[in-house]
DNA sequence: ATGTCGCGCTCTTTGTATGGCATGGGAAGG
DNA sequence: CCTTCCCATGCCATACAAAGAGCGCGACAT
């Protein structure tokens, strides 16, 4: 059964999808598209910027470093140079922690929902 | 033997010669100062900063985190929070690595004298 | 079918608020 | 006197945000 054209589109994302999933701006990627030169997605014929899940991997990298680590810019820029590979993977592993702890969370609630409803 | 009073004293630095010492200005000391509450010198009566070894370490960490890797000066007040011990460790290492390049970079140039000498 | 209106999203260019210090002034030691 | 102090102010780059303009697409009328 052949598929068709828009399935295969759809494997891009919108700017616009990209920052409501990390809940930034448009602009900020935009402009780390200007710092970074491992963000820079393919574009449509039109101009507008059509990503990957590996695109977004990269962003989700930078995003980690500037946003939650704390680096500046050149800071992250330097860092993805050297340990861009296994600097996915460790980020990988420390979003499944985050994961995993907000389901613990939820189940602490629910068990103490439940202490108090025989306490 | 009894060790005299200047040798004791001597343990602390003023703020110019750890300036010198890193090669930054003083103004970057004392602004630091207000940014990491671990890089709070003793002070003399009249209010002369009296750094000790373990001032300049706690210096030497934060420099590392900002001006060599990148970090935002909120960046490297987390950093200095969560792991400043083993950081510390982390850096002496860089640094006798740092000091073992130099040296084999002299030796390689002594050697390389050799062998134009010779061919 | 075909304008065309409007809305939402995109684009690039330009503006701007901190951030991260440096500098200058005056006083006070060493 | 040279270095230090504190304080205020100055200043330049960093790190974005806002402004303004241009598609594209569905709705609605013609």
Same sequence: chains 1, 2.
Wanted: net charge positive; aromatic share 10%.
């Amino acid at each position: 059964m052949p598929y068709k054209e828009r399935d295969i589109e759809k494997q891009y994302f919108t700017i616009g999808e990209v920052a409501a999933q990390f809940n930034v701006a448009p602009s900020l990627i935009r402009f780390w598209e200007t710092e970074f030169e491992e963000l820079r997605p393919r574009k449509s014929k039109k101009g507008n910027r059509l990503y990957t899940p590996q695109d977004i991997d990269i962003f989700r990298t930078i995003y980690h470093l500037v946003k939650e680590r704390g680096y500046t810019i050149p800071g992250a820029r330097d860092m993805l140079k050297q340990k861009g590979p296994q600097l996915k993977e460790k980020i990988d592993v420390i979003q499944s922690l985050e994961k995993i702890r907000k389901f613990m969370v939820t189940m602490k609630k629910e068990l103490d929902a439940i202490g108090k409803a025989q306490g």
